[in-house]
């Protein structure tokens, strides 16, 4: 069955666009029910009316508490057909913190992606504020979401040379390029069922390739990135 999805997001949505490219592509099986914005004028929900999906905007400002935010979202979800166990949240830049108003309606079904390897360099500025610590290596991280910031169980990550001189404009599209293909893998996955969680382990199901075998995979602007677990055929 296909999995059924709300994506959240607040900007540009070019993590959406590549959701609804592997999509169209036939290797992701999912279908986009409601994409939901915090920002009227988030291009990712110009993105969502090309491709026919509808969407809502929803302003956290228009609610007194971010509970109360949520509750409208799980509501919004619910009425466009996404609902648990079957269905799944999507964070594809949504800047916003959740609560257990909408993990409790989503148990383990609420996945975020961050730009930089987690727990390294948490919140908006993950980039940034990889490249202005010096790091050699950064990347980005698809997680489950719980209550704390950019915290919950790891399902893949992607890591990518980092330089001196490099700064958050140009490390940025570098990651972004990577997320663009993990974030649908990890989709996939759930869509699978194929995702298990052991505490805070999250296990790939009917995965078998030995780490001597560990794929490099190359991404524009050029460079050799590193992609755990391996991506699929068409991912
Ligand atoms: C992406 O880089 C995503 O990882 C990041 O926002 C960007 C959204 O881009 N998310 C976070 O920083 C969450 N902490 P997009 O709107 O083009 O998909």
Redesign the pocket.
């Known amino acids: 069955m296909s999995l059924p999805i709300a994506v959240l ?1 607040s ?6 666009q590549s959701i609804i490219d592997k999509i169209e592509e036939g290797v992701l099986d999912a279908e986009i029910k409601l994409v939901i914005s915090n920002r009227a004028r988030a291009f ?1 929900l110009e993105r969502a009316r090309n491709h026919g999906i509808p969407t809502q905007v929803l302003s956290h400002k228009d609610y007194r508490s971010r509970e109360d935010f949520d509750r409208a979202m799980v509501e919004a979800m619910h009425d466009h057909g996404v609902s648990a166990p079957e269905g799944a949240v999507i964070m ?2 949504f ?1 916003r913190m959740v609560t257990h108003e909408l993990l409790g309606a989503f148990p383990n079904r609420v996945l ?4 930089a390897l987690l727990p390294s360099f948490p ?2 500025h ?1 980039q940034a504020d990889a490249a202005d610590y010096g790091v050699k290596i950064s990347g ?1 991280t698809v997680h489950f979401v719980d209550e704390e910031m ?1 915290h919950g169980p790891v399902i893949i990550q992607a890591a990518v040379p980092c330089n001196a001189g490099d700064d958050g404009e140009s490390l ?1 599209p570098r ?2 390029k990577l ?1 663009h293909r993990v974030f649908p893998q990890a989709i996939q996955w759930l869509s699978r069922e194929r995702l298990e969680i052991q505490d805070r382990h999250v296990h790939l199901k009917f995965a078998g390739v030995p780490l001597a075998e560990t794929p490099r995979v190359s991404v524009e602007p050029p460079c050799n990135a590193l992609v755990w677990p391996p991506l699929e055929d068409g991912f």
């Open positions: 997001l900007g540009g949505g070019s993590n959406l990712g594809a830049g800047m975020n992606i961050h730009p919140g908006v993950g980005c950019d940025g990651i972004l997320e």
